[in-house]
């Protein structure tokens, strides 16, 4: 449908409109930046950039249009996403306010074209970052299904051994740059402003930004295979990275554009949750997944310039030829070292906590008891984000850095699983005498928090010196965060996601394939994982293709176990096809009987989320409290008696979107 | 919409012609002042940002400095061009105090002189990015040649990035006066009318004003690194 | 349908007159079910599981692994087992289809100081325990057998100190012994009853050696020496493993090793150490590290004061010396 997008001029009053019609109001859908614009961006950006880079080393004949050429690699993946941002139209707005414009006022969409663009609405972007996030999870997940095939014998190779590290790699690095938005992304885009009580997001255009920018980094990353891969792993340590060839530039390059999404994903939700509160939230009343939100927030704009500047290096060190992680030219493999793993620890928490708010946001509803112990849940999690920041060298016990530092490093590691334990404390104090129902989202509520227990206990042990000698660079650190990341944060997704997906599509999901998922989900990820604990005490290293014979049935249960496992996951994708487009129920407004503000909304969601600005009375957890108050003033008197519209605007008016200077309203920022 | 509006309305009068779409004043208060929290926290946490990144940079320059791997940190105690390296230094300095000063004379009521100030940085930071460019090209050493040389690389493409994002912010802000002054002129203009659009304006300005105190810090701190110790 | 739609919102129904000591009948039967689990299993695992933990007692350090192991299992379990006995209680008893009292909200639902304080106390008091436990058992073996760099602070208090030399490149581990003229094997022998340090370096990129049996783990970082201290105890073979990706045949990276009694250690020292005596002579000398430069192997990459590569000398111009540590 054609709009008619009026110009807004200084000339112009208010209400007037201009008698002539803007060039670009009648383009039609498909000239408006999509998502195929973007791709098309993105490789014109990328034969652009490959070309120039070409150019610049054309003074050495050996490089100059080889394979090899990081240059032009470098370049032409940079401009690749240049290109890639331009056609979704991210450029067009920052461009525009070099000229002193304002962006041209748009209609909040409601036909299913709105998912491929850029778009101001946070729920959007929260869609948008589901399916992102699901589709690395899948890429990575296939990629762990060729690892383990490999693992099957010691002796017998599915592939060669430069494809099987290249295969590692990528797997390693697509599932870490998922996980650090797993939750974050999803459901923090979709549900912080509607728990707040929020309209908007503090700064839309940054959130949709960052959205594209991840999916630019996953095509960034899948270029690496077809680029020669890079032999190195998701840490990337140099200087075997400098040594790599050309798909170790699409590692460095992947990175930097992730972590400037991370960065900007974090910017805009801290601003967001610190300023957008509804009257009457105090910090008293956030919601902890809130609270978990914030203290990730703090990690992604804090810890991931270091991964950017490091990314950085490497890269200066591949093309430039400077000399940063290069021993013998005064520059020092340890840099790499201690940069990656000052990002990489905070890195994980940026993964923990969200999970930890989810389970403890969801867990009082089907308790129907009060969250215990809130405040110290928040602490703990605000506590743990700013230990993260002392426990980097942890993972460099062995390396030959500063010894002495090794028992400071150990202690810290082991106070920073004070505030972790907190999870316990509160889940536990919160199933205590409770009336527990065994819904879907409780039930992988609970596995999670059986699998994390794994995960952080197996992490003190890794965090005592004379026991890292032994498990260190062992399959049983790798048994140790996949029981963290996988078993505590895919699981509290997932909880989430049973959740929350009523409110954001409005269907049931069946709830046979949702005890089906979780039981094949459990019990295969325990079978996969613990054998490998036992695997890496017993010898084997990791990223390695053979292995001691006598580990063969414990490798053999776990790839088995592993193929059931992402078998698993078809019950999810089944589910929810079947649920939403081939036998879609509604689903009632509240199904989980939640106390939450989000859902007090409307289903679906309208696009202004609340119709008049909540006002909050108190923290949505008095469950099992006969007077418990409302949790929040929705305005429904005042819109009953008339005093106020129900809707804050008029559904006829086409420039709600853009905002004259005169405009008493605020504008978009 | 579409109704001509009859001339003799005041500017405000004209901008409540946008309450028929049912905000009610306090819902539009509490969002304006949201907005203004959130550049104001946005002004900040970008200079948090952006302090990791340096401080990362500072890092490796003392790590490796600390190492001396192979004696190679800082052979015969090479230099990188002292002239060009004041030179960006002192441009950068005279761009953030020139920003300050004008935020101050903005604040005092004269937007005016802001903008001087404001679009001479934008001329000194476009020089001091051209310098920092050249510079690279006129070392007399290798890139690898050793830690120092590999640090200024680091630096001299971190700073360029730095300085065009405070350039963008800066010029930006400048593009939008020039339109606002017109639009507000009966307001009082950007520095005294309480429309929205002036009052995150300031927000911003303000911000940008810190942002580049920060700049002035960042390149004081990494002349003394580069040139002085 | 209503999944969960058939409970009633919390708080309509009155609490039934239900009101026998919940609290303390529900504690002392987890109380009672943790005490006795952990009474049980915690022996049975140090007892039955712990002579046999990974990686053995063939050295010092690889004992002190196994100790410390134990012991942070001795705790682990029943803090393990407190949650789960916990979880699964809640999971049989407190569930919503057995019927019975809803939960009352309130103050005492929504916190309770003493439970708080007390388990932030008890998760310090263990924490600050094995914080110091671990530096004890880091320091005392010197170092636990972890690689300490080139200047290593926890020294054995051994006088007698074999140094190996572990060389590592992509993609095999070589060794060599200072001590005997510096000849190089690829596999490791050494003596019981002997304080080792492995002096680990790497020629190219960075690896880790690993030796399994032995508890000793050292990364191989280029142009660094790396240095992790070890007592031998019981004889046996052991493995060597690098644990550190170094390229695409990272997985074939390992060798093997012996302990072997004194005298035939140094029986065969001497004896390999005369039969490679030509083969020594055409090593780089010993050193503690080895830069590509030192050979001349850059093949001229970084000339000096040619124009236009640099007009500063860099290294390479004066005559290669080996940087041979003390």
Known sequence: MAIDVTEQSPDLFPGETATRQHPLSTRTEWARPNVLWAIAGGVVGYLIGHWLGNVIASGYTNVQSSGQNDVANVLGLSFGVVGWMGGIGALNYPLAKMLGREPAPTVPEQSWVRYFRMTEDHKVVGIQYTVGVLLFLFTGGL????????????????????????????????????????????????LVPLMIGSRRMAFPRVEAFSFWIFMAGYAVILTALPLGGFPTGWTGYAPLQTQASGGMDSYLVGFAVIGIGMICAGFNLAATIIHYRAPGMTWNRVPIFVWAILATCALLTLATPTLVVAGLFGILDRTAQTAFFV????????????????????????????????????????????????????????????????????????????????????????????????LYLVTLGTLWKAKIRFDPPMLFCLGMLFNFLIGGVTGVFLSDVPVDVTVHGSFF????????????????????????????????????????????????????????????????????????????????????????????FFFFIINFIWSVYINPRKAPDNPWHSRGLEWQTATPVPWYNFERIPVVLDDPYHYGERDAPAVADLGQELIAAGRVSSTPVDPDDLSVGGRDDLDPRPPIL | MGDAVADDKTVTERSEDFLHLNETPEEIAFELRAQEGAL?????????????????????????????????????????????????????????????????????????????????????????????????????????SSGYASCLIGWAALNIALLL????????????????????????????STLPAARMFRASMEGCAYYWGFIGVVATLFWVLFYVL | MSEGSDIPPAGSQPADGDAEPTE????????????????????????????????????????????????????????????????IYAIVIWRASRGGPDPVGGPAARGNT?????????????VLFLAGFGTYELVQPGGAGGGQGPSPIWTPTSHTVLPVQVIGQQWKFTYRYPTYGGFETTELVIPDHTTIAFHVTSLDVIHSFWAYQLGVKADANPAQDNVAYTTTAQLGSFTVRCSELCGIWHGAMYNSG??????????????????LQANTKLLPPFSYTYIPDANGADGGLYPDNVDPYSKIQTYGATPAKPTSKG
């Open chain 3, 114 to 126: 003493s439970i708080q304080v007390g388990w932030i106390l008890t998760t310090t008091v263990i």
């Open chain 1, 327 to 422: 021993n013998e030219h005064g520059g020092s493999s340890f840099l790499w070292e201690n940069l990656f793993w000052f990002f990489g620890h905070p890195e994980v928490y940026i993964m923990a906590l969200p999970g930890f708010g989810i389970v403890m946001e969801i867990l009082p509803v089907f308790t129907r008891k009060p969250l215990f112990a809130y405040r110290t849940a928040a602490a703990g999690m605000l506590g743990v984000a700013l230990l993260s920041f002392f426990v980097w060298q942890h993972h460099l016990f062995q390396s030959g850095i500063n010894p002495d530092m090794r028992p400071l490093f150990m202690l810290t590691t082991e106070l920073i699983s004070i505030p972790t334990g907190f």
């Open chain 3, 24 to 87: 303390t009948h529900h504690w002392w039967r987890l109380i009672a079910v943790w005490v006795v689990a952990s009474a049980i299993l915690d022996p049975l695992f140090y007892v039955l599981a712990g002579p046999h933990i990974p990686p053995g007692r063939m050295t010092d350090t690889a004992g002190g692994a196994q100790f410390d192991f134990n012991v942070l299992l001795a705790i682990a379990l029943p803090v393990l087992l407190g949650v789960w006995i916990f979880m």
């Open chain 1, 477 to 568: 650190v790798l048994a140790h965060f996949h029981y963290t990341i996988m078993g505590g944060l895919i699981f509290a997704l997932f909880a989430g996601l049973y959740y929350w997906l009523p409110k954001i599509t409005g269907k049931t999901m069946n709830r046979k394939l949702s005890q089906w998922h979780f039981w094949t989900f459990f019990i295969f990820f325990n079978l996969t994982f613990f054998p490998l604990f036992l695997v890496g005490l017993l010898g084997q290293p990791r990223r390695v293709f053979e292995y001691a014979q006598n580990l063969q049935p414990l490798n053999d249960i776990s790839s088995v176990s592993a193929f059931f496992l992402g078998a698993s």
């Open chain 1, 143 to 190: 990629l762990a299904m060729a690892i383990r095939t490999e693992l099957l014998s010691p002796t017998s190779h599915v592939f060669g051994p430069g494809t099987y590290i290249n295969i590692v790699g990528e797997h390693g690095t697509i599932m870490m740059m998922m996980a650090s938005s797993a939750v974050v992304g999803p459901l923090g885009n979709y």
């Open chain 2, 165 to 192: 994002s405070g350039l963008y912010w800066i010029e930006t802000l400048l593009a939008r006066q020039a339109r606002l002054r017109r639009a507000l002129l009966e307001d009082g203009g950007t520095a005294q």
């Open chain 2, 40 to 144: 104001w926290t946005g002004g900040r946490l970008v200079i948090g940002i952006w302090t990791f990144a340096f401080a990362s940079l500072a890092f490796a320059y003392f790590y490796l400095r600390s190492a001396n791997n192979q004696d190679l940190w800082r052979p015969h105690d090479i230099t990188a061009p002292t002239a060009a390296g004041a030179a960006i230094f002192a441009i950068t300095v005279a761009c953030a105090v020139l920003n300050l000063y004008g935020v101050r004379r903005f604040r005092s009521g004269v937007a005016l002189d802001w903008e001087v100030a404001g679009w001479t940085s934008v001329l000194g930071t476009l020089l001091a990015v051209g310098l920092q460019i050249w510079q690279l090209t006129d070392l007399p050493f290798f890139p690898g």
């Open chain 3, 258 to 275: 012996r302990v072997v009694s004194p005298t035939a250690f140094q029986a065969w020292a001497t004896a390999t150490q005369e039969s």
